[in-house]
């Protein structure tokens, strides 16, 4: 398999992670783009993601795009029932999970994290407090409907990770950082999670390699 990702960035590290969680990193080649240089920018790489973004994977004919619908795929290829259960009502509350995410949770959290982290390593201008503000204010908002949920369980469906930690939980990194202005200090089981999704061996092998960098 080839998977085409780029550093620092919690759509390729939770695909990574879960290449790591699944024991699939001997068979898979990994190519790194610099986006920066636009190294992504080319008509081969379009033929395979027409959308020209990272993460993809290549299995065979399988050209699959889209970080989440990633996970999945190498999960059922792995048959890892615990990670991503095959069971419908299971299958659908993963689902659930990841709508989520996409929608509200890390669009909430990447409008902070972009203003507060990713611009500033990155050089592209001063900290907008507006959009910080509004992005706290999505955040606490969802974020409470996470503390509940978490209020007697570690992970999202349970006692064990699943890939609705890996997507739900992409941006640790980013939301840890001291910088980053995630108001989590008023959500004490949304970052005690957070840390637990730190501390899993598949997170630690991809943790940014200066979280200070790792910008979506
Ligand atoms: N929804 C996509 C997001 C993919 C995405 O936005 N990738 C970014 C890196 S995090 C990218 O490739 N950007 C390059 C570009 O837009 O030119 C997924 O989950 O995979």
């Known amino acids: 398999m080839e ?12 695909v990574l992670a879960a290449i ?15 986006l920066f240089a ?3 920018q080319t008509e081969a790489f379009k033929a395979i993601n027409p959308n020209v973004k990272v993460p993809v994977l290549v299995d065979g004919d399988l050209k699959l795009w889209e970080a989440n619908p990633i996970m999945i795929y190498l999960s059922d290829r792995q ?3 615990t990670f991503c259960p095959s069971d419908n009502a299971m299958r659908i509350e993963v689902l659930r999970w990841m709508s989520w995410e996409v929608q509200h949770f890390n669009r909430a959290l990447g409008e902070i994290v972009w203003e507060t982290v990713a611009k500033q390593v990155f050089g592209l201008g001063p900290v907008d407090e507006e959009k910080v503000a509004s992005g706290q204010e ?3 908002r969802f974020a409470a409907v996470l503390e509940d949920h978490l209020a007697d369980r570690e992970f999202i469906l349970g006692d064990t990770p699943t890939v609705a930690d890996f997507a ?6 980013l939301a840890l950082h001291p910088q980053s202005q995630v108001p989590l200090l008023e959500f004490p089981r949304v970052l005690a999670w957070l ?3 730190e501390a899993l061996p598949a997170w630690q092998k991809t943790a940014p390699q200066a979280p200070a960098e790792a910008a979506e």
């Open 3 to 14: 998977l085409y990702l780029t550093d620092l960035s919690p759509n390729c590290r939770r």
């Open 38 to 40: 636009g190294e992504h």
């Open 79 to 81: 048959n890892a029932e």
């Open 195 to 197: 840390e637990r999704m």
């Open 168 to 173: 739900v939980g992409s941006h640790s990194a």
């Open 20 to 34: 790591h969680h699944l024991g699939l990193e001997d068979e898979t080649d990994i190519q790194n783009f610099n």
């Open 138 to 140: 999505n955040f606490r």
